[in-house]
RNA sequence: CGGGAUGUGGCGCAGUUGGUAGCGCGCGACGUUUGGGACGUCGAUGCCGCAGGUUCAAGUCCUGUCAUCCCGACCA
């Protein structure tokens, strides 16, 4: 490809709306273009980017006997109907009707279609396991997209689905994909990846993993053990607490005026906010009736293992109500409005002396054990996990909070979509029975800008020779000389040729504006052609990351790049 | 959906107490240049987001609306 024949332009500046450097860079470098909130054209550059991930990841899915299938974008609501998510998902997915005014919806994921695709076929025990996946475009209504193609409404997704007889048999091809997942991002040159344990959400199932792009933009938070290795989101984390028992005393009340805030009761009594326990009021979304989560006083609580807990939708407390019962400031335990439900942290377990609310106003306790003083009381673990907290493997108090972005994730399903679909096989005892499911994803776009994101200086972005647009960078430094363009040509058309994928900078403008160019085209090969070098016999080549600077004689020179092109290639080969 | 901000040429921006729009980059032509975003001369590009209103006069003031971005909520 020659420059003067691309389409797109390379920017000094970034526009103002970019605040993240993979967006700006993608950007500045004629990557995308937006056209309205979370939606983008690619251009040349991007679209070849986004084409040999695809290509990778078609690669280590064949390779796991994977079977490319394609289902539509768009469908019935009635198919969404079966499995309950027309009505359960909201206004993420796009809905419309057509011209004979049936109702059909954008795909958002495509666990329907799979379905859909498979039941009448498999029906034989016989048939299973099998794997199907596709490569294509989805919708989401974000409310809110971010960060270029970090978080968009459309996007192109490898999207697999797995059909089971067994549990084991589920796992088994779950382990592959595991593994073929950890190939896939090393062959697309993405460093710094860990799987997590996650939370899977509206997806419904068990056990699921994201896999997580560490860096500081990322939009999950994660919990990490450095020295086992576990490793989980925050939504899901479970989090040890050291619980010191301490004395045992005796239940005092005590007059608190106007003490409300932990911050306050800690100066009032002159003790360690670990030995409070807190009230956090959160509200039931389907009647705003309250509950209680009681909590150590140091801890937050974690509202993802709250829902997953009491398995419906709350929110944090708006207002709280005079008749709740609810004394605002002085909520304990003892005596609680018998109307209103109490959640226990397992933080508060054993410990002998706690101050809580006394749901008197300006009154408070001390001296209180839950056992003793409440009653026996189910402990559940909702508290958030934090920098320093112990390690629920390997018991230490290691655990580091880190950002990162999700590339891919597996799940987990087992028979929701089967069973709510009506999709059944008859088992070797002839007994009818729904297939186990699971489900894999990988965005393409997040995963081409999370590389840049990693991979990348101020210049510009550095791609992985496995999926930089295009392999070797030609820079003319003189295209109105005819001696300097005879070897530049040369030695385009020669390793074309052999293969090599070639942007050919042939403009007629300054080295400096040229070499800027070629930082932000970001290809890993650089071979400058200039009157210099020419009349020194030799083309200069080196690399993106800076790592190789070197010479090679204009007799051979096509050789030895498409060499070098293949040991850098190497590093990414499955 | 809450909070904050911004809409002026392709990009970055300026535009005073209201007086009819400018700068830098980029773009076109010519010339001089040529190893990290050159210089000179000439030139093109604006429904000042949109719709109302106030006014002799609105990029500027008022009202509404749309769009985009950031923080949060949400998120397969």
């Not at 958002?108 to 490569?135: C, D, G, K, W």
């Not at 970090?150 to 999207?159: G, N």
């Not at 990693?454 to 001696?483: F, H």
């Not at 932000?520 to 080549?541: M, Q």
Request: charged share 25%.
């Amino acid at each position: 490809m020659k420059v003067t024949a691309l389409l797109g332009e390379r920017f000094k500046n970034a526009p103002s709306d970019c605040t993240i450097e993979s967006h700006k860079l993608m950007v500045r470098g004629g990557y995308i273009k937006n056209m309205a909130s979370g939606i983008y054209s690619l251009y040349a550059p991007a679209k070849r980017i986004a084409k040999k991930i695809e290509n990778i990841i078609r690669e280590e899915m064949d390779r796991i006997d994977a079977q490319e299938v394609m289902f539509p974008v768009v469908m019935p609501a009635s198919l969404w109907e079966e499995s309950g998510r027309y009505t359960s998902i909201g206004s993420e997915m796009a809905r419309f009707t057509d011209r004979g005014g049936n109702r059909l919806v954008l795909g958002m994921t495509h666990e329907e279609a799979a379905v859909h695709l498979a039941r009448n076929t498999a029906s034989s025990y016989t048939q299973y396991p099998f794997t199907i996946y596709q490569i294509q475009t989805k919708f989401r209504d974000e409310p809110r997209a971010r960060g270029g193609l970090i978080r968009v409404r459309e996007f192109t997704m490898k999207d697999a689905y797995s059909f089971h007889t067994s549990q084991e048999d589920l796992e088994k091809t779950y382990a592959r994909f595991y593994e073929a997942y950890e190939r896939i991002y090393r062959r697309v040159g993405a460093k710094n990846v860990v799987a997590v344990k996650s939370d899977s959400g509206m997806m419904g199932g068990s056990i699921s993993h994201e896999f997580m792009l560490l860096t500081d933009i990322g939009e999950d938070t994660l919990a990490i053990c450095p020295e086992c290795g576990y490793s989980a989101n925050m939504e899901v984390a479970s989090c040890e607490i050291d619980n010191e028992a301490g004395e045992v005393e005796e239940l005092k009340k005590v007059s608190t005026p106007g003490v409300k805030t932990i911050e306050a009761l800690k100066e009032f009594f002159g003790i360690d906010e670990k030995k409070f326990a807190k009230a956090v009021v959160y509200q039931r979304n389907k009647d705003d009736s309250y509950l209680i989560v009681f909590i150590r006083g140091d801890l937050e609580v974690n509202e993802t293992k709250l829902r997953n807990y009491l398995g419906e939708e709350v929110h944090p407390a708006a207002v709280i109500t005079e008749e709740s019962g609810i004394v605002a400031g002085f909520i304990g335990p003892i005596g609680l409005d018998g109307g209103l439900t109490a959640v226990f942290d397992k933080s508060l377990e054993g410990i002998n002396s706690l101050v809580c609310g006394a749901n008197e106003q300006d009154f408070h306790y001390t001296g209180m054990n839950v056992e003793r003083d409440v009653g026996k009381v189910d402990y559940v673990d909702v508290a958030k996990v934090f920098e320093g907290a112990v390690c629920p493997v390997c018991g230490k108090p290691v655990i580091t909070v880190k950002r990162g972005i999700e590339i891919g994730n597996i799940f987990q399903l087992g028979t929701k979509y089967t069973k709510a679909m009506n999709m059944t096989y008859l088992d070797r005892d002839g007994e009818a029975k729904n297939p186990i499911m699971g489900c894999y994803g990988i965005g393409v776009g997040r995963l081409m800008a999370s590389v840049c994101e990693e991979s990348c200086d101020k210049y510009g972005p550095i791609w992985p020779m496995s999926i930089a647009p295009w392999q070797v960078e030609i820079c003319n430094l003189r295209s109105t000389d005819e001696a300097v363009s005879r070897v530049a040509d040369g030695l385009y058309e020669t390793l074309q040729n052999d293969g090599v994928e070639v942007l050919y900078d042939d403009r007629d403008i300054r080295p400096g504006s040229m070499f800027a160019d070629a930082d932000l085209f970001g290809i890993p090969v650089r071979v400058v052609v200039s009157p210099k070098n020419c009349d020194a016999g030799v083309v200069e080549v080196s690399t993106r990351d800076k790592s190789i600077k070197t010479e090679f004689a204009i007799d051979g020179a096509a050789e030895e790049i498409r060499a070098l092109v293949a040991k850098l290639l190497e590093e990414y080969k499955g």
